[in-house]
């Protein structure tokens, strides 16, 4: 059977710390189910948690008034989810709707980010890890709004 430090160990925006740095994430988590339907997490609510999916996906929704919610990622095994609970105020950017029953490892976003203001180490590598994560998202972001509003002739200049 394998550890929790031993999940995270496989999941590729961990790869690379270091054994001892693995264990302290693990020592922050647990394992979680998300039944289909049920939201991990909605826009505004205090960020103390975050996913690594390990099976089932999840939609990233941004509430659009007058609209179904906008879709702007939908996330599967492996995949990390939130990022909130690393950078103040700590509040969530977006609805996390289970699409089918979700398997995740949740982390305590508090119990973590006492490790990295203790391990200054640690706090660099997850930052610059969920820094990527971010970028990726605004990536999908931008790409899903040039989607949903279309932008004639291409959207490039001339």
């Known amino acids: 059977m394998k550890t929790i430090a031993d999940l995270v160990g ?3 925006a961990f790869a690379g710390l270091r054994p001892e740095q693995l264990e302290l994430v693990a020592g922050c988590g647990r394992n979680e189910v998300i039944a289909e339907g049920d939201y991990a997490f909605r ?3 205090v960020a103390d948690t975050f996913y690594v999916v390990r099976s089932g996906r ?3 929704e941004v509430d659009a008034p007058a609209r179904r919610p906008l879709i702007i990622e939908t996330l599967g095994p492996g995949e990390l989810l939130g990022w909130s609970w690393l950078f103040e105020p700590n509040r969530v950017r977006f609805d996390a709707r289970a699409v089918e029953t979700v398997h ?3 982390f305590d976003g508090a ?6 203001e203790a391990d200054h180490e640690l706090g660099y590598e997850l930052v610059r890890r969920f820094a990527a994560v971010i970028t990726e998202r605004l990536q999908a972001t931008r790409v899903r709004l040039l989607d949903v509003y279309g932008v004639p002739g291409g959207g490039g200049p001339g």
């Open 58 to 60: 999840v939609a990233l």
């Open 104 to 106: 995740a490892i949740a």
């Open 43 to 45: 826009e505004g609510d």
């Open 111 to 116: 119990c973590l980010r006492g490790k990295c």
């Open 10 to 12: 496989e999941v590729g």
